[in-house]
T-cell receptor, first 113, second 113 residues
Framework: GEQVEQRPPHLSVREGDSAIIICTYT??????FSWYKQEAGAGLQLLMS?????DRKEEQGLTVLLNKKDKRLSLNLTAAHPGDSAVYFC????????????FGSGTQLTVMP | EAAVTQSPRNKVAVTGGKVTLSCNQT?????MYWYRQDTGHGLRLIHY???????EKGDIPDGYKASRPSQENFSLILELATPSQTSVYFC????????????FGKGTRLTVV
């Protein structure tokens, strides 16, 4: 079945710097890709999602890149601020049937003032 | 705003006891999910449901049962709780098909002693 690896597990950046989180997946038929943010003590909040026919999507300081050849998904926070400090998860879904999300193991992002 | 409510938010249970985690959604979504979150594993799918009366096994169903008595409610049942089931559990709801957002509850922290 699909395997998703996420790195780095921990990331610390200064305010205003960019932060990049990467996920790799194994199933070339993966059709749906998303990024979630989890703040302390809270559930997961969807940041952005793309289908497999999209290579790049930008919204509100976030950029999602999808490289289907390398089976790599990335999230770039272009100018991080302390409010971005949280755990970030990638989640993918295969093209077949059951609409299940398969999550990466998460990245703890800390943005220092 | 889409809402997924979990109860209880915190629970301490004894080994061998029965635990029921409840989830209610007001989104009128067909699909509901139970995940557990453990450090280093991200979120792993335990059970899910396509609608009232349906339950399906996810990736790690052993030791868990699920019940979907209505569109709004989806319960996770631990008949004989074990310390290895100590975790944070998240319920989620979403519509059929891809490119639709999945909404998460705030989580239930379960400790089995």
């Amino acid at each position: 079945g699909e395997q998703v690896e996420q790195r780095p597990p921990h990331l610390s950046v200064r305010e205003g710097d960019s932060a990049i989180i990467i996920c790799t997946y194994t199933d070339s038929a993966t059709a749906y890709f998303s990024w979630y943010k989890q703040e302390a003590g809270a559930g997961l909040q969807l940041l952005m999602s793309v289908l497999s026919n999209v290579d790049r999507k930008e919204e509100q300081g976030l950029t999602v890149l999808l490289n289907k050849k390398d089976k790599r998904l990335s999230l770039n926070l272009t100018a991080a601020h302390p409010g971005d400090s949280a755990v970030y998860f990638c989640a993918v879904s295969p093209s077949s049937g059951s609409w299940q999300l398969i999550f990466g193991s998460g990245t703890q992002l800390t943005v220092m003032p | 705003e889409a809402a997924v409510t979990q109860s209880p938010r915190n629970k301490v249970a004894v080994t061998g006891g029965k635990v029921t985690l409840s989830c209610n959604q007001t989104n009128n979504h067909n699909n509901m999910y139970w995940y557990r979150q453990d450090t280093g594993h991200g979120l792993r799918l335990i059970h899910y449901s396509y609608g009232a009366g349906s339950t399906e096994k996810g990736d790690i169903p052993d030791g868990y049962k699920a019940s979907r008595p209505s569109q709004e409610n989806f319960s996770l049942i631990l008949e004989l709780a074990t310390p290895s089931q100590t975790s944070v559990y998240f319920c989620a709801s979403g519509d059929q098909g891809q490119n639709t957002e999945v909404f998460f509850g705030k989580g239930t922290r379960l400790t089995v002693v």
